[in-house]
């Protein structure tokens, strides 16, 4: 069974530019998460959806930052303009829609270098 | 709001050493409990994990105990190999439909030397 998909790996970009991830969840994953791992520290949930809809948003700084999953399948994360402060890897984790405790599966996740 | 506190790193031990990595968390309901490992280059994935309170959590001779009068969660392993150097991530959730993204601790750096 194939994993969580993210691209690109790397990115670098210099502040107040802007950036897009896409991620693709392990098929039939109806639950896709973004996370925020600044080095050092544990991953930070941005956002949650579930199919196409948002369940948790609650720290995902909306003023530059912004995700959608159109068709309940891929998604995007954009941020637009980038700060320094940004810089970090962007984890992209699927699982089942279920109503017991779920495993989330992580992606390789996508290291952002901001200048 | 929830938060998780692990034990500051890096921790080196001898291989076969015993492991004791603590964990505790503060929580406005009921979450599970995890732990989730970080090998260098690769990228997380669920160690193990406990649901409600006295649950044991076990996986690749790890354990965890989800203590709820304590609050901790403390991954433990009776003897370490080398091939068990990576990140640790103690992580809790609420589980049941809904909104359940973990909230993770800052990690612990495991060296084990040969």
């Known amino acids: 069974e194939a994993g969580v998909a993210q691209s690109p790996r790397y990115k670098i970009i210099e502040k107040r530019q802007s950036v897009a991830f896409w991620c693709n969840p392990i098929?039939?994953?109806?639950?896709l998460y973004w996370y925020q791992q600044i080095l050092g520290q544990g991953p930070k949930l941005l956002i949650q959806?579930?199919?196409?809809?948002?369940?948790?948003d609650s720290q995902l700084p909306k003023d530059r930052f912004s995700a959608e999953r159109l068709k309940g399948v891929d998604s995007t994360l954009k941020i637009q303009p980038a700060k320094l402060e940004d810089s970090a890897v962007y984890l992209c984790?699927?699982?089942?829609?279920?109503?017991?405790?779920?495993?989330?599966?992580f992606g390789p996740g996508t290291r952002l270098t901001v200048l | 709001g929830d938060s998780v506190t692990q034990m500051e790193g890096p921790v080196t031990l001898s291989e076969e050493a015993f492991l004791t990595i603590n964990c505790t968390y503060t929580?406005?309901?009921?979450?599970?409990l995890f732990w989730y490992v970080q090998y260098p280059g690769e990228g997380l994935q669920l160690l193990l994990k406990?649901?409600?309170?006295?649950d044991k959590g076990s996986n690749k001779g790890f354990e965890a105990t989800y203590r709820k009068e304590t609050t901790s969660f403390h991954l433990e392993k009776g003897s370490v190999q080398v091939s068990d150097s990576a990140v640790y991530f103690c992580a809790l959730s609420y589980s049941g439909g809904g909104a359940d993204g973990l909230t993770f601790g800052k990690g612990t750096h495991l060296i084990i030397q040969p």
């Open positions: 098929s039939g994953h109806a639950t």
């Open positions: 984790a699927s699982s089942l829609d279920t109503l017991v405790t779920i495993t989330q599966y």
């Open positions: 929580a406005t309901g009921y979450p599970s």
């Open positions: 959806f579930q199919n196409n809809g948002v369940v948790d």
């Open positions: 406990a649901t409600k309170a006295d």
